[in-house]
């Protein structure tokens, strides 16, 4: 697991009371040593075996207020799967596996199931007995009704971007989840936006959950910026001389249209800025090696659509670029989330037309934060 630095005030209770030695030990070499406020929160009410809702801003530390309490509570006697963590994309899923494989002892406790994956692989995987499995819901459900994964002994069942996943279309594919797994068993939501809708659908199937919605501002860490361009081809232009101009060695760049992912990425690519595409409906190969190619510094910059980097993590990643306007507050939180993560400093620069920059400014005003304008 890789050290994730977090900067912040020393905290009443520490990893070690809330979760044990070891699994603090853990931490502390990989240079976590202080929890963040929604660890601080969650827990505690996850070890007590609490359903619970809990909202908190990109960045913050979410993955790991439900994994640590996961990874405590296993009981090592049983091999079997004992906690389903459900994910609505293939790159939060294989992310949050990352990071359960680093907390648990066997490599081979943490499962990756994903409806876009072999199914061959997945299913010697399933043989050793795994005792954590993440995944999408259908490949989930797909094995269950094979009788490939057993969910007898599941004490535990995460949904992470629950906003994501509890919907209309998805509601009767986590019902029939949740009724496969013990009648005892805990459920848990995370996400860094849980509107009321979700709320209203989840409650139902939960016993009395704690709800945590701590404030969702922006970090004050997060430094706003927006340029006025004359038309779509000056802001291309404009993307080009900010990237050179702030010498940024990576970056986000974020686009409305799935099908100007691709075509952006390729004019960046012809400019020499090393660029790779992200969006929703390429297939997970290529997803897996954009990412891969960015993280490993072979691309500069990481074109996205907003399904595309949905519970993208980048660690240290400093920049984020709005080269099309997000549609509304909500979406601006998730992308300006991207960089910026557990204290460390970030920047997200919005190129807008002069039509654009008053919807900018109702966006500014509704989350309570400053955006500078840059002259050229």
Avoid: W
């Amino acid at each position: 697991m890789r050290p994730l630095p977090f900067i912040g005030d020393i905290m009443k209770l520490d990893f070690e009371a809330m979760i044990g030695g070891k699994l603090a030990e853990k931490l502390a070499k990989a240079g976590i040593v202080l929890p963040t406020e929604i660890q601080r929160a969650a827990i505690p009410v996850i070890m007590a075996n609490r359903d619970l809702i809990a909202q908190s801003p990109t960045g913050t530390g979410k993955t790991l207020a439900y994994l640590l309490p996961i990874a405590a509570r296993i009981n090592p006697e049983i091999r079997a799967a004992q906690a389903v963590i459900v994910a609505p994309t293939y790159e939060l899923a294989a992310q949050i596996a990352r990071v359960a494989g680093g907390l648990m002892d066997d490599g081979l406790d943490v499962a990756l199931l994903i409806g876009s994956g072999g199914k061959a692989r997945q299913l010697e995987a399933l043989k050793k007995k795994p005792r954590i499995v993440v995944g999408s819901i259908g490949r989930i459900l797909e094995f269950i009704a094979e009788k490939k994964l057993s969910v007898h002994h599941v004490k535990t069942l995460v949904f992470d971007e629950a906003d994501r996943l509890f919907d209309g279309e998805n509601m009767t594919n986590i019902e029939r989840l949740i009724k496969s797994t013990l009648r005892e068993r805990q459920i848990l939501l995370f996400s860094a936006k849980i509107p009321m809708g979700t709320r209203n659908l989840a409650t139902p199937l939960m016993k009395e959950p704690k709800i945590l919605m701590p404030d969702t501002d922006l970090p004050k860490n997060i430094s706003h910026f927006y340029i006025i361009a004359a038309n779509l081809r000056e802001k291309f232009e404009i993307l080009r001389r900010l990237v050179h101009a702030k010498n940024m060695s990576a970056a986000v760049v974020f686009i409305n249209r799935p099908f100007a992912v691709e075509k952006t990425a390729e004019r960046l690519n012809f400019h020499k800025l090393s660029a790779r595409p992200l969006y929703g409906a390429a297939d997970k190969l290529r997803r897996r090696q954009a990412l891969d190619d960015f993280r490993a510094g072979r691309a500069r910059l990481l074109v996205a659509s907003d399904i595309g980097a949905r519970g993208l993590d980048i660690h240290g990643l400093a920049h984020v670029i709005n080269l099309d306007l997000p549609d509304g507050a909500s979406a601006y939180l998730h992308r300006a989330g991207r960089c910026g993560r557990m204290g460390a400093d970030g920047r997200v620069y919005s190129i807008v037309t002069a039509g654009e920059a008053a919807k900018l400014d109702k966006i500014a005003r509704k989350l309570g934060i400053e955006i500078k304008q840059l002259r050229r």
